[in-house]
């Protein structure tokens, strides 16, 4: 299909429009029910703001929340669409990669060791996570090295294992800790899209931009990519150089809302393998489209996650991998089929 | 030869590691226009050679000079302008179609966001055309048979406008009649002009395409000439072995390859 603006553009918004709509629907649905015109009138300075439990709820806690899940959502999104273009593999994201696995070890060290100290926005826990993220990334980037560019089989055979010593290394820093300290390690290690106020959701944007920046940038390569990287070098790719900031944007956007909101799993993996069913593998289009669908995909998630056991919550990372089990299921029993 | 129509210039050539060179000293011109086969052996070097041809590999030693400037030292863009490379396999990952795998020929052209232009659709039409695959442009690849892929990759290359086309081993994986298809296919792209080269272990196809013929044996350049002075028993004898026999095409007296089976004469 030819890929004009118009067609750019058309279905840009209209995937934007449909982020807008669940946003807006996520914000009335919650535990507690709210007057949204009451909090309207409040956010436009027609009434008190400090007085109106609406307003509270509506702009202080759901908004903030529904707009960190649609940017967790897209970077996740945005990360597993280009590694899996990178690594020319439809099972490649920040967390079959061992990205996640990285940013844990760091999240559970800081936990444990009660190591408090604040840099900017992020508190230890967010520091160190992001320190064990790009770690992590360091490591895998150098062990798949090959010899004239990075190693597909490489990479992904190094994220399984280096994902495998940091659960070891988890478990064996759980075993240490103090057990009243296992249940916030564990309610970070199931990730959670909880925030008070729009710090946490500014906070992410320095990298978040930057890394989403790059990754625009690369993706007419993305599509020579998945032609090999042989045809992809003949056509004027620097493969070498191309997979090194493809691998350093995804870093950035994975690494920015890990350090907020936890390993989220899944959502880099589904997302981005519905959509790319729905309007074809086009990068050009399939990127901001995979981003604004992850975007909403995870608003939803969330929302069940909040409301489903109200008044308790659910962690976020429990709804996403309730969707991924069944859908790689489903993947699989397609593929047989196919076969047959 | 006049600097002008040298399109490559490789002098001493070499490649591999310490003692183990795969390629040890080549020195190979190609003018404008020709088109050129690279024969030997499975290990001789013919795919190695191409990848340093196209700047992919890094030579030991020695230099690849296209147009009179090193392959090296040239943007990435400003070589896919000029030479396109057709590898032996060309995995595809993700379900592009036809139309798509051949706009993708346009890439070292664009500019910013990447949008193609109609320029460029003009372009890919006549591409598709010249391969006769427009009637398959809403197919996606993996619905494709090897040939029909062959096809597709070709208008790719096509739409890609080089000056010199090179491919690894174009017609290994296709049956006969595709394998002729595409030496045919080929041909109309040198007789427009264009520069060729490819590796091929396809003897008597290369000896009815191509105007010259190269012998790569044991890291050198073992002969090189037109396919009468190459397709010599000596001299494909001590480069393969003894399993083959060359004798004359009864329609048109040239030389044609068979096997020889053990025990088989093979002299002519």
């Avoid at chain 1, 064996?172 to 009243?180: D, Q």
Wanted: charged share 15%.
């Amino acid at each position: 299909m030819r890929l004009t603006w118009l067609r750019l553009v058309g279905l840009i918004s209209s995937f934007a429009v449909g982020l807008v709509v669940i946003g807006a629907g996520a914000l009335l649905v919650g535990a507690t029910s709210v007057d949204w015109r009451e909090g309207l009138a409040a956010l436009l300075g027609r009434q008190d703001r400090r007085t109106s439990v609406s307003y509270m709820i509506l702009v202080e806690q759901r908004l903030p929340r529904i707009f960190l899940a649609s940017l967790t959502g897209a970077a996740l999104g945005m990360a597993g669409t280009t590694l899996q273009a990178i690594l020319r593999n439809p099972l490649a994201d920040p967390y079959t990669l061992g990205i996640a696995s990285g940013s844990a070890v760091g999240a559970v060290v800081a936990i444990s060791f009660k190591l408090q100290f604040h840099l900017g926005p992020f508190n230890s826990v967010a520091l160190l996570s992001l320190a064990g993220a790009s770690l992590m990334l360091g490591l895998i980037y150098w062990l798949g090295r090959g010899p004239e560019h990075l190693s597909t089989d490489g990479l992904l055979l190094a994220g399984v294992t280096m994902a495998f010593i940091a659960g070891s290394a988890i478990m064996f820093i759980r075993y240490l800790s103090e057990p009243h300290r296992l249940v916030a390690m564990d309610r970070w290690l199931m990730g959670g899209l909880a925030v008070v106020g729009f710090g946490d959701v500014l906070a992410i944007l320095p990298l978040l931009l930057p890394g989403a920046v790059i990754l625009f940038a690369l993706t007419p390569g993305m599509n020579q990519i998945a032609m090999g990287e042989d045809m992809a070098f003949g056509r004027g790719v620097p493969i070498a150089a191309f997979q090194k900031w493809g691998f350093a944007g995804a870093s950035l956007v994975t690494a920015a809302v890990v350090a907020v909101a936890g390993p989220i799993g899944f959502v880099g993996l589904i997302v981005p393998h519905a959509i790319r069913r729905l309007i074809g593998p086009d990068h050009r289009l399939l990127l901001p489209c995979a981003a604004l669908a992850s975007g909403g995909f995870l608003i939803l998630c969330d929302t069940v996650a909040r409301t489903i056991l109200a008044p308790t919550e659910l962690p976020v990372g429990v709804v996403t991998a309730l969707c991924g089990g069944p859908f790689f299921l489903w993947l699989l029993l397609q593929r047989s089929r196919r076969k047959t | 030869m006049s600097e002008e129509a040298r399109v490559y210039d490789l002098r001493a050539l070499r490649f591999g590691y310490d003692r183990d060179l795969l390629l040890r000293g080549i020195d190979l011109q190609i003018r404008r226009g020709e088109f050129v086969a690279l024969l030997g052996p499975n290990g001789a070097g013919k795919s190695t050679l191409l990848k340093l041809m196209l700047g992919q590999l890094r030579p030991t030693s020695g230099e690849v000079r296209l147009f009179d400037q090193p392959v090296s030292r040239m943007s990435a863009n400003q070589r896919a302008r000029l030479v396109a490379y057709l590898p032996q396999r060309v995995p595809v990952a993700f379900p592009f179609n036809v139309e798509q795998v051949v706009m993708m020929g346009r890439y070292p052209y664009w500019k910013g966001l990447g949008l193609e232009t109609e320029s460029d659709w003009r372009i890919v039409e006549d591409s598709m055309d010249q391969m006769g695959v427009t009637f398959l442009r809403e197919r996606t690849w993996e619905t494709l048979s090897g040939g029909e892929q062959q096809r597709v990759l070709l208008a790719s290359i096509m739409a890609q406008e080089p000056e010199v086309i090179l491919l690894d081993e174009p017609t290994t994986f296709l049956d006969p009649h595709h394998q002729v298809e595409v030496l045919r296919l080929l041909s109309a792209l040198n007789r427009q002009g264009r520069t060729l080269v490819l590796s091929t272990h396809d003897l008597n196809g290369a000896a009815r395409t191509c105007a010259r013929l190269c012998l790569l044996h044991q890291g050198v350049l073992f002969a090189d000439g037109p396919p009468e002075d190459i397709l010599r028993q000596d001299l494909l004898s001590s480069v393969y072995g003894d399993g083959l026999r060359v004798a004359a095409d009864p329609a048109t007296g040239r030389p044609i390859i068979l096997p020889a089976l053990e025990g088989e004469p093979v002299c002519v």
